[in-house]
């Protein structure tokens, strides 16, 4: 069977300076920027962001707005990271019931991603 090897995500933004910047502050760099698009990457992780003007904006989705959860190796310095480059937190850091410790961050348009760590 195939083995996959990386996530991608393709979200619609309206703005994609400042939504690659978001994802600059998460510790992405920049990988492509074909024609209305910026491609960014961080490990073994991309986020195609395509410019779609027409798109409904993510924050106006309710639950919708979430498209990714990041698995990381250290979830508490991570968060500390992110805090300190002035990320938006959605709900703070953690411990679950579901043996994860995790938080959240919105992007400048809404989208949701969660961020944790298995501790269990």
């Not at 910047?21 to 492509?32: A, I, K, T, W, Y």
């Not at 027409?54 to 990271?81: C, I, K, N, Q, W």
């Not at 002035?86 to 938080?103: C, Q, Y």
Request: hydrophobic share 40%; proline share 7%.
């Amino acid at each position: 069977m195939s083995k996959i090897l990386q996530n991608h995500y393709v979200l619609a933004v309206h703005d994609l300076e400042l939504s690659s910047r978001f994802f600059m502050d998460l510790g992405f760099e920049v990988s492509s920027t074909p024609p209305g698009w910026i491609f960014l990457e961080k490990d073994n992780c991309m986020v195609m962001l395509g410019d779609c003007p027409d798109a409904a904006m993510p924050a106006d989705l309710g639950d919708h707005t979430y498209f990714g959860y990041l698995r990381v190796d250290d979830v508490d310095s991570y968060y500390e990271e992110v805090k300190t480059r002035g990320v938006p937190i959605s709900m703070p850091l953690a411990t679950k019931p579901w043996a994860m410790r995790e938080f959240g961050v919105a992007s400048p348009e809404g989208h949701r991603i969660m961020i944790g760590q298995w501790i269990g």
